[in-house]
C-alpha cells in the first residue's frame, strides 16, 4: 500500500467509523447468525495475489459486520460494558501507526514512561496507598495470575522459581483462598502457578454474597493445622454474577495476621471508586498486597488495558526478571524495564489511550459518565422493584441488576423454581433474539436470572426504557 492510497483509504474508514459510531443503534445488537455461517462464506486459502482496499472493505461491509456483535451498542446490556470511546479509538490507531513494543526503556522511552505518569493519575483518582506501584497488563486474568505468581514466590522464598514443585518438598501443598462467588480467572490462574484447582479452597459468603472473613479465617487455621500452606487471599469487589463487594478491610486484617498475600479483583468495579461516594468499596485496600481493575470495562478505554497496581514492586520483579544478552541495556540501571513486571515480553503501547482518555474526559467527565450508569441502574432496580411480574434477586451496589421474571412474586402458590427457571431462559432467549438489546445470565443459588449490565458511553435512560418495554412484550403470559 502506498502512501497516496493509505491516505485516501484511511479517511473513507475513518468517516465510516464516524457514522457508525453515530448510528451504531441501527444494528441488532446481537447478529442473526448460526455457528460456521460466516466461515463458510470465506475462502480457504489466502488469496496468491493482493486484492484491492475497495474488495477487502466491501466484503468487511458485506460479510464481517452481519456477523459482528455491536458491544458498543446503546443497549448491549450482556457481560460487562465494552468501555471504548473516541479519544480512546484515535489513540489505538496512533500505537498501531507508531507500532513500538514497550518491552524495556529503550524500546521506546515514551511508551515507559507515559506509562508510569497514567498509572500514577489513576492510583490518585482511585485514592490508591501511595505505597502502591502500577503497571499496565493486558487483562485482569494475567495480572492475577501475576499476583498468585507473587504470592508462591514470596512464601516460597524465591525458591519455587528455581526448583518448581521441589520447592514445596516437606512443607504441604500451598493453599490460595477465594469466595464462591469469585471470578474463574483465579483458578485458572492457580492451575497454571501450580497450586491445582485443589490448591483453592473457597470461602463461604454472607447473606449479598460477599466474602465472609470468620470463615477464611476458621479455614486458614484448620489448613494450617493439615499441614497445608495458606499462602494468597483473593478478594473480589465487584463478583460477575452480581456485583458482591468481598470486606476488603476485614479479609485484609485476617491475611495480614496470618502473613497471606493479599490480591484485590476489581476488575469490573474498580472504576466506580473515582466516585468520592463509591469510594468505600476499597475501604482496606491499604492492606492490599496487589490490586487490578480493567479502564477496559468501565473507564473508556478500548481492551485490552488492565491496571495492576502492586504494593511490592520488588517482589514483581525478583519473580518476573531475566536477563538474557540480547536484553541487556545502559539505562538498566536508572530505568524502568516493564518486561519484568508481567509475562510477556513484547508490550503494546496501552498508555496512549488511557492518557488521551483521562486528559479528554477530565476526572469530572469521567465521574458524571460513571454516575449516570449507578443512576440507570437504580432507576432499573427500581422498575423491577416495582413491576408485578418481575424480582430482583441480589442488592445493587453498582450497575448489574440480577432480576427474574416471576409473575407470583407476591403470592403463596409461586411457579415451581424449575419452571421458573425455563421461562426465564425463554424470555432471554426471545430478548437477545429481537435484537433489541443484549442481556446475559447468571445463576444464584439455583435460580435462573437475567443480568442488565449498564456501563456503555452511548447508553441513555430511554435505552433502558425501550429494554423495560421489550420485557413486558416479550414475557410470557
Ligand atoms: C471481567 C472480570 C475478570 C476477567 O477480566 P479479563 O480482563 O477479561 O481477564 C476478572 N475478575 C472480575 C471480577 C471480572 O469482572
Redo the contacts with the bound molecule.
Keep these: 500500500m502506498d502512501i497516496a492510497e493509505f491516505r485516501s483509504s484511511g479517511h473513507r474508514l475513518i468517516d465510516w467509523v464516524a457514522d457508525y459510531l453515530e448510528h451504531a443503534d441501527r444494528y441488532p445488537v446481537m447478529p442473526d447468525i448460526q455457528p460456521g455461517e460466516l466461515s463458510a462464506k470465506l475462502p480457504e486459502l489466502a488469496p496468491d495475489r493482493g486484492e484491492s482496499m475497495d474488495a477487502i472493505f466491501e466484503d468487511f461491509q458485506r460479510l464481517i459486520m452481519p456477523a459482528v456483535t455491536h458491544w458498543n451498542h446503546p443497549r448491549f446490556f450482556a457481560y ?1 460494558p465494552a468501555n471504548h470511546s473516541g479519544p480512546s479509538i484515535l489513540a489505538e490507531l496512533l500505537s498501531a501507526a507508531l507500532g513500538v513494543n514497550a518491552m524495556v526503556w529503550q524500546s521506546c522511552p515514551a511508551a515507559t514512561e507515559l506509562e508510569q505518569v497514567v498509572m500514577g493519575w489513576l492510583a490518585r483518582l482511585l485514592d490508591l496507598p501511595a505505597r502502591m506501584t502500577g503497571v499496565i497488563q493486558d ?3 494475567t495480572a492475577t495470575l501475576c499476583a498468585l505468581l507473587c504470592a508462591r514466590e514470596r512464601t516460597t522464598g524465591f525458591r519455587y522459581k528455581a526448583s518448581g514443585p521441589a520447592a514445596l518438598e516437606g512443607s504441604g501443598p500451598l493453599v490460595v483462598y477465594a469466595s464462591s462467588e469469585a ?1 474463574s ?1 483465579v483458578i485458572k490462574g492457580a492451575r497454571i502457578a501450580g497450586f491445582g484447582t485443589d490448591g483453592v479452597h473457597q470461602v463461604a459468603v454472607d447473606a449479598d454474597r460477599g466474602m465472609d472473613p470468620a470463615d477464611l479465617a476458621r479455614r486458614i487455621r484448620a489448613d494450617r493445622a493439615a499441614g497445608l500452606r495458606p499462602c494468597c487471599v483473593c478478594a ?1 469487589v ?3 454474577s452480581s456485583t458482591a463487594i468481598d470486606p476488603v478491610a476485614a479479609i485484609g486484617q485476617v491475611a495480614a495476621a496470618e502473613d497471606l498475600w493479599l490480591h484485590v ?1 476489581a ?2 468495579a474498580g472504576s466506580a471508586a473515582i466516585l468520592p461516594e463509591m469510594r468505600w468499596i476499597l475501604d482496606g485496600i491499604e492492606l492490599a498486597d496487589s490490586f487490578v481493575f ?1 479502564p477496559h ?1 468501565w473507564l473508556l478505554t478500548n481492551f485490552d488495558c ?1 491496571a495492576y497496581f502492586t504494593a511490592h514492586p520488588r517482589v514483581l520483579t525478583r519473580t518476573f526478571s531475566i536477563l538474557p544478552e540480547y536484553l541487556k541495556t545502559e539505562h538498566d540501571e536508572q530505568a524502568v524495564n516493564f518486561r519484568d513486571w508481567g509475562i510477556q515480553l513484547g508490550r503494546r503501547f496501552r498508555a496512549l489511550k488511557l492518557w488521551f482518555v483521562l486528559r479528554s474526559y477530565g476526572a469530572e467527565g469521567l465521574r458524571a459518565l460513571i454516575r449516570s450508569h449507578l443512576d440507570m441502574a437504580t432507576g432499573f432496580a427500581a422498575w423491577v422493584d416495582q413491576s408485578q411480574d418481575f424480582e430482583r434477586l441480589a442488592p445493587v451496589p453498582l450497575q448489574t441488576i440480577c432480576f427474574r421474571y416471576n409473575p407470583d412474586k407476591e403470592s403463596a402458590q409461586s411457579l415451581s423454581e424449575a419452571k421458573l427457571n425455563e421461562l426465564n431462559q425463554a424470555l432471554l432467549a426471545a430478548i437477545n433474539r429481537s435484537g433489541v438489546a443484549f442481556l446475559t445470565h447468571t445463576s444464584l443459588e439455583g435460580r435462573t436470572c437475567l443480568r442488565l449490565s449498564i456501563g456503555q458511553a452511548s447508553t441513555r435512560p430511554e435505552h433502558v426504557e425501550q429494554v423495560e418495554q421489550a420485557l413486558m412484550a416479550l414475557r410470557p403470559r
Design positions: 460487562f487483562t485482569a486474568s471470578h480467572s473480589t465487584g463478583t460477575t479483583d476488575a469490573l480493567n470495562k488492565s
